[in-house]
C-alpha cells in the first residue's frame, strides 16, 4: 500500500472546522485536493499531517496557529479615513478589498470596522490566529 512521503503527489479528501464546530472548507461533493507533500502547496501543519499516512487512512488532526495561517497579526491592521475611499463605496463589515501597496502590488484586505469617519481594514489571513481541526483521508499518492 502507497504511503505518503515528501515529494509525493497526494489526493486527500478533507472537511476543515473551527473549535466551535464551524466548517471553513471541505472537498465533500468535490475531486479530493491534490498537492505535493513538502512543497509549501497547504499550511505546514495539513502537510505534516499528511506524511506518512498510507492509501485508505483517515485521521483527525488540530493544528495551532503556527503550523495553520500563522497568529493574527495587529500591524495588518489598518484604520482608513472615510475620505480616502473610493466614491460610491459603501463598505460592510467583512467585505473583501484590494488594497494597493507603496510598491504597486495590490494586498486583499477585509473590512473589519465601518465608523463614520473610517473604516478598519484587516490584511490578515481570515483563519489567522485561529487553531484548525481537519479530518482527513489519503485518497492516491501518485
Known amino acids: 500500500m502507497a504511503t505518503a512521503t515528501s515529494g509525493d503527489t497526494v489526493h486527500v479528501h478533507y472537511t ?5 464546530g464551524t466548517v471553513f472548507d471541505t472537498s465533500e461533493g468535490r475531486d479530493p485536493l491534490a498537492f505535493t507533500v513538502g512543497s509549501g502547496q497547504v499550511v505546514p501543519g495539513f502537510d505534516e499531517a499528511v506524511a506518512g499516512m498510507q492509501v485508505g487512512d483517515s485521521k483527525t488532526v488540530r493544528i495551532g496557529p503556527a503550523d495553520g495561517y500563522g497568529d493574527h497579526r495587529e500591524d495588518l491592521v489598518l484604520e482608513v479615513p472615510s475620505e480616502q475611499l473610493p466614491e460610491g463605496l459603501e463598505p460592510e463589515i467583512g467585505m473583501e478589498l ?26 490578515n489571513h481570515p483563519l489567522a490566529g485561529k487553531a484548525l481541526t481537519f479530518d482527513v483521508t489519503l485518497v492516491d499518492v501518485s
Open 16 to 20: 476543515g472546522k473551527l473549535d466551535d
Open 98 to 123: 484590494g488594497l494597493r501597496g507603496q510598491d504597486g502590488q495590490t494586498m486583499p484586505v477585509r473590512v473589519a470596522a465601518v465608523a463614520d469617519d473610517a473604516i478598519t481594514l484587516d490584511a
